[in-house]
């Protein structure tokens, strides 16, 4: 096929995120793409149910034809036939597969829709291996902003594992062109806040989780900048759960960290892994944190003009990411480590000018 872009869906760390976002970069290029070997190195290779609602979405979105669109498919063929289009969506998940990382690769052609999209995702909004569904409105969003992306999030039920059931509704508006950013430098520390949150569960486990973040963040010397960190016991839920996200404000930017609750882990450990995290890429001087540079390398390559990101850590999504953004949107990339952060910088192809 003339013009097929092809992607090998085993690159790298060849999760699903391979796979999200060739089709959301296909979608907004209207290119034509086929993914092979697509999870290939999974346990359970193929796609799942949650893959196969990211790829339904963002296909609609540009009225794309799309082959071998079924659970456990190795290989899909996409077409898109249009511009992406604005509307009202439903999607079911149908499982605890991450509304975080359907949005992750939807946001970008759900902002591209002529008249905007208002959109309600049933699924997990605090899983494993997704960010929670609070660091996407209170870290992601604002770092997302800074490009010019016009969107909110709001979270109207929780959902865990197993059953899912959590409910999101995004309003995103068209804001293309992008404009590139530069966050070389975290600046001035001014403020620490968070939630802590426990759904069906009793209160004292939020309580604790928030306690023993403040404590581990006094001993790491950034007490005097916590100012507030919320006890969510009155969301409604599906299922039981609990987790912490905390995000730091800086004259410069913004960063998070976070961690879930599980069964048989103590509150307290919860709330100092997500502790942990934030004082770590805070010691870093890092102006990112390494779950918002995974989220932020598509963006930097759709931008008109350079971005420069610095971060404490460059991981396989984030790698893969700058591999597939070069591969099919051309954008020019370059990685180095200095002073001991890892600096990204990107020239972006201008999307939308």
């Known amino acids: 096929m003339k013009g097929l872009v092809e992607v090998d869906g085993s690159f ?38 949650q893959h196969l609602n990211a790829v339904k979405l963002i ?38 597969g991450s509304i975080s990382l359907l949005l992750q690769a939807a946001l970008p052609v759900l902002v591209a829709a002529e008249g905007g999209v208002r959109l309600r995702i049933r699924g997990g909004t ?30 109207l039920r929780m959902g865990f594992y197993p059953r899912g059931g959590g409910l999101v509704e995004v309003v995103a508006s068209p804001s293309y062109p992008l404009r590139p950013i530069r966050l070389e430098e975290l600046g001035e520390l001014r403020e620490i806040a968070g939630v802590s949150y426990a759904a069906n569960l009793p209160r004292h486990v ?59 882990k103590r509150a307290e450990v919860v709330g100092r892994e997500a502790a942990e995290k934030l004082a770590a890429t805070l010691r870093a001087g890092a102006p990112i944190d390494p779950h918002a540079l995974d989220n932020l390398i598509i963006y930097m390559a759709l931008a008109r003009g350079r971005s420069v990101l610095r971060a404490a850590e460059l991981t ?9 953004c070069r591969h099919i949107t051309g954008a020019r990339f370059e990685v180095k480590r200095e002073d001991g952060l890892v600096r990204v910088e990107a020239e972006g192809i201008g999307y939308g000018s």
């Open 12 to 49: 790298g760390e060849g999760g699903g995120q391979l796979l999200r976002y060739s089709v959301a970069l296909a979608a907004l290029l209207g290119k034509r793409l086929r993914v092979f070997n697509i999870r290939a190195k999974r346990s359970n290779p193929g796609l799942r149910p």
């Open 59 to 96: 296909a609609d979105l540009v009225d794309a034809e799309v082959r071998g669109l079924s659970v456990g498919s190795m290989e899909v063929l996409v077409e898109p036939r249009g511009r992406p289009r604005g509307g009202v969506i439903e999607v079911d998940i149908g499982t605890a």
């Open 126 to 155: 605090n899983v494993k291996w997704s960010p929670p569904i609070q660091y996407v409105q209170h870290v992601l969003l604002p770092l997302l902003r800074r490009f010019g992306v016009k969107a909110e999030v709001r979270l």
């Open 206 to 264: 939020a309580e604790r989780q928030a306690r023993a973040a403040v404590e581990h963040l006094r001993r790491e010397g950034f007490g005097r900048y916590v100012s507030e960190i919320r006890v969510d016991v009155d969301t409604p839920a599906v299922g039981r759960g609990s987790g912490v996200v905390l995000w730091a404000l800086s004259e410069e930017s913004i960063v998070g960290g976070d961690a879930l609750g599980e069964r048989g």
């Open 316 to 324: 396989g999504h984030a790698e893969t990411a700058i591999w597939l």
